[in-house]
């Protein structure tokens, strides 16, 4: 299967099906030293940075709305490393956003803090699928966007509303599914409770809230996935 997706659009997704293969990653195996090398200079520049675990793709496919693929278990080291080879590496990056929609239907977004490898970046608070987010091996997408809301913002998803299905855009960065959670709060409350989380953490990972009121209120540091992300969502994307 490799990787067969669309490209550069958004399309809806009524099942993501990615299984959690055991074995190393090729990309892995065939760059052991320059991952090590490499994550010398990366803590050297940044000692902030933690060597966890997150997964990468080593095939993915969309057919009949579906995601179908397979992903490996790697250190961050070995994404760290992808990052910069990610070209005809035989892996590519998937990830999750929950769309926070406010009761104004504003967005909320996050800025990264400075210790981060994303410092200053605007996007939905999310992070890479870890091992932790797969079932039997299957992975739990749901899971991965409330833990990582939590984690983030200290908001609890659990019980927000929740957008019928997924969707999903794949470019030459990575793929990011999504989907909406609407909170009742309007913006700006949301936005305050996150703002006095952030105060109390002693690292947050977040900067603070941005929030996002129409599709040509862009704020400065968004990521490029971003932009058709919110134009959908303000067009009234289904």
């Not at 990615?18 to 490499?38: G, M, T």
């Not at 990366?42 to 995601?67: C, H, K, M, Q, W």
């Not at 019980?159 to 709060?185: D, L, N, P, W």
Request: contains cysteine; negative net charge.
């Amino acid at each position: 299967m490799s990787f067969d997706l669309p490209r550069n659009v958004i399309f809806p997704v009524d099942v993501v099906d990615v299984r959690l293969d055991p074995r190393p990653h090729p990309f892995a195996l065939a760059n052991e030293q320059a991952i090590a090398d490499n994550w010398r200079r990366e803590i050297s520049a940044n000692p902030a940075l933690f060597d966890g675990t997150v997964v990468l793709l080593s095939e993915l496919g969309y057919r009949d709305n579906r995601l179908v693929g397979r992903c490996h278990a790697v250190n961050y080291a070995t994404f760290m490393l992808w990052r910069k080879r990610r070209e005809n590496s035989g892996a590519e990056h998937a990830y999750a956003h929950a769309m926070l929609v406010a009761g104004d239907n504003a967005l909320v977004a996050i800025r990264m803090a400075a210790h981060t490898v994303n410092a200053g970046r605007v996007y939905f608070a999310a992070g890479s699928f870890e091992p932790i987010d797969f079932r039997d091996g299957l992975v739990d997408v749901d899971f991965n966007m409330i833990r990582e809301v939590g984690e983030e913002t200290g908001l609890d998803l659990s019980v927000a509303e929740r957008g019928k299905r997924y969707h999903a855009m794949s470019t030459s960065s990575g793929t990011v599914i999504f989907r909406r959670y609407r909170k009742t709060a309007s913006a700006d409350e949301i936005a305050s409770r996150i703002s006095a989380f952030v105060a109390t953490e002693e690292q947050p990972e977040i900067e603070g809230p941005v929030i996002i009121r129409d599709a040509a209120d862009l704020p400065e540091g968004l990521m490029g996935h971003m932009k058709p992300l919110i134009e959908w969502h303000f067009a009234g994307g289904d």
